[in-house]
């Protein structure tokens, strides 16, 4: 009786063991998610892009970029899209405080960079015509952040193109200098916008919340400071 009493005790402690190895190794696996759904200040947030277009209608298509990656960190943003295996890249930086913005072109061995003001002209989307943002009751969870929307309308239609949605759980000022939506006051997690006449969409998949290095906001060496023409005639050549 004394033994199997003992061989019972000896079995509960067993489990109650492997229990709590299975709780620490699932504790430890939630912890080292990169995903991030609190208050951010600082991070990365990590777009999906899909293009609007087909393969048909633009064979362009296959050969561009299909993440970009946002970096934010106290007042700075760097917005950045690689493609062709490196061999492009196109960048805008902002920072707030010092009143800077920048867009930088970085293709086979050229390398050109765009400054200006924060309310200087921006580079790499184009302008929609006669847009009109109304406030919508829809409502979305990106990334993990709850998002709240707008309805787009173009060209005094009636009737709206699309829908955007955007947080306020992401501290940034004038989070969407470098989109067509600088009026919406939360960072934009779900856009549409058209790049060089192509359309696109853009939506969150990942954010991330990291130490950002201060190099991130630098133009890197060797880059050509020109005009906004310049990078838009090396564009216009490329497509």
Known sequence: MLFQKGKMRLRINSIYHLLMIMFVLVGFSSCSTDSFSGKLDEGTIEYEIKYLQDEKQNPLISLLPTTLSF???????????EGWMGVFQMAGIAKREENYK????????????????MDGPSFGFDDYPKMKLIPSDSTKIIAGYKCKAYDVYLNDSTKSAFTIFYTNDIKLDNPNCTNPFQEVKGLLLQYQMNFQKIPMKLTAKKIIKEDISDDEFMVPDGFQKVSKEKIQEVINNLM
Do not use: D, H
């Open 71 to 81: 970096k934010i960190k106290e007042g700075n943003s760097i917005q950045k899209i």
């Open 102 to 117: 920048s867009a930088y072109l970085k293709i086979m061995g050229e390398k050109y960079v765009f400054e200006t003001t």
